[in-house]
């Protein structure tokens, strides 16, 4: 197969991740004294009709879909980057940028497994600070650079082009 699977499967759980964190930051705001007050006339403003009291359910569910979604990225995501650690070890700085997107995934993938374990129970699926601190201040960012390192492997490293850039290589010579 010449078409890299890892690319299709990581859009909806960055998406999920960071509505996830953004949900978590926002409640968490709006139940903070301090800025609670501009939250809500921010909605009230904009006339945003989904009071934040909605969101630690929306976010609960979003972390569910993010270790769903999560898993075929993963798993793809070690198919395609083998054969590269296989051939290279970590000496080439392939491997290494791979290496550490991975990484920063398994952490935020791990941290959704915490925040869905610790609320699953708790009365309305409320974040704990330390959930809100887990989702917004650590995976949104970590989804965010792991995507940017995701980016560099595929646009300065070539990683996905090589099997379909080789045969279509090929495929010109055999046309000449």
């Known amino acids: 197969m010449s078409h890299p699977t890892h690319p299709a499967t990581v859009h909806f759980p960055i998406t999920t991740t960071l509505l996830t964190g953004g949900l978590d930051a926002m409640y968490f705001l709006s139940t903070?004294?301090?800025t609670s007050t501009a939250v809500a006339s921010t909605?009230?403003?904009l006339d945003i009709a989904i009071p934040p009291s909605m969101f630690p359910i929306l976010s609960y569910y979003t972390t569910i879909l993010t270790l769903l979604f999560s898993a075929p990225a993963v798993a793809t995501g070690v198919y395609e980057l083998m054969p590269v650690i296989k051939r290279d070890g970590f000496s080439s700085k392939k491997a290494q940028v791979g290496a550490l997107h991975a990484l920063i995934n398994d952490v935020t993938v791990v941290g959704a497994l915490y925040n869905w374990w610790s609320r699953r129970s708790t009365p309305g699926f409320t974040p704990s600070n330390e959930n809100v601190l887990i989702s917004a201040l650590v995976a949104l960012p970590a989804t965010l650079f792991a995507a940017y390192l995701g980016g560099s492997l595929v646009?300065?490293?070539?990683?996905?082009f090589g099997?379909?850039?080789?045969?279509a290589k090929a495929r010109a010579?055999?046309?000449q």
Do not use: E, L
């Open 163 to 167: 099997g379909g850039q080789t045969k």
């Open 155 to 160: 646009y300065v490293y070539g990683m996905g």
């Open 173 to 175: 010579k055999k046309g």
């Open 43 to 45: 909605f009230k403003m």
């Open 32 to 34: 903070y004294a301090p």
